[in-house]
């Protein structure tokens, strides 16, 4: 028998205002769903997929990563920036609580080289419960990942525009999804509060075997493929074909920014050891 894990609002947690809503929505595209349904929520996390970059330009700003979640807010909303997947996940939910969802933050571990999964909190993925009854893990703060929610109590197979996934049972009671076959992350089914992730962000801006701090990144899904930049090279992904390209000047990575993935920078990140990498994970 299948333990459904609740997807209660913690007190202290943070209500977004009817114009904090609204104006997430226009952030992203979209309207105010009639109904929060799964409809609903696939077209909202393509939008947001679309919209909002996953991205680690703080680290190498020189920002605070702050998991709170007015700041987040005002961090995708405000400034028109994303964020990796503690952040934009984080902020998503707020969205989709104010639109009346139930949502639950699900920690996870993201399968290494080798098979090996990482450390605990390694990944914040979502538990969605719709008004037609349904569970959905949705996820826009995994990169290159599915399209679309994936069914929570679904075994099989699950077609999606970003391959064909499935969620199978993994070790200890928690669930492997899996990707054309291959393990992406270990999701564990209890739900966790925001607090309980700060040791996963503080590891992945810190520590020497994270890649985010020897990255830069930043990613967005398009209608035909996906477009990244990483440190000073454009990667363009469109109908199957791959193109590559190195930005010259600052002006020009500037201007990839802002006209991309509609961020304005004063100072240019600067990746603060290692080499970049490419990886929009």
């Known amino acids: 028998m299948t333990t459904r894990p609740t997807a209660p609002v913690p007190p202290e947690s943070f209500v ?73 996940n984080t902020a998503f939910a707020v ?25 605990p909190y390694d990944h914040m993925a979502l538990l969605v419960e719709t008004a037609d009854g349904r569970r959905r893990l949705a996820d826009v703060g995994f990169g290159d990942h599915s399209h679309y929610p ?11 525009p970003g391959g064909v996934f499935r969620i199978v049972e993994g070790a200890e009671g928690d669930l492997d999804v899996l990707r054309d076959g291959k393990p992406q992350y270990r999701v564990e089914r209890r739900p966790r509060e925001l607090a309980d992730f700060a040791a996963g962000a503080w590891y992945h801006q ?29 990667i363009t992904r469109a109908g199957g074909e791959r193109e590559e390209r190195m930005l010259e000047s600052e002006e020009e990575v500037r201007g990839a920014y802002r006209e991309l993935f509609g961020i304005e920078l004063d100072v240019l990140p600067v990746v603060r050891g290692g080499s970049p990498d490419s990886n929009p994970r």
């Open 16 to 88: 977004p205002t009817p114009t904090d809503v609204e104006a997430y929505l226009r952030r992203i595209g979209a309207t105010r769903p009639d109904r929060e349904d799964s409809d609903a929520l696939r077209e909202l996390q393509l939008r947001h997929l679309r919209t909002v970059p996953f991205e680690n330009l703080s680290i190498h700003l020189g920002e605070a990563v702050v998991l709170d979640e007015k700041a987040l807010l005002d961090k995708v909303v405000g400034a028109h920036r994303g964020g990796f997947c503690y952040e934009v």
């Open 150 to 160: 994936l069914d929570f109590d679904g075994r099989g197979e699950q077609q999606d």
């Open 95 to 119: 969205l989709l609580r104010g639109l009346g969802y139930e949502v639950s933050l699900l920690q996870a571990r993201v399968f290494g080289e080798g098979g090996k999964p990482g450390i």
């Open 206 to 234: 810190t520590s020497p075997d994270s890649h985010f701090p020897r990255s830069l990144v930043c990613s967005l899904l398009t209608e035909d493929g996906r477009i990244t930049l990483s440190d000073r090279k454009l």
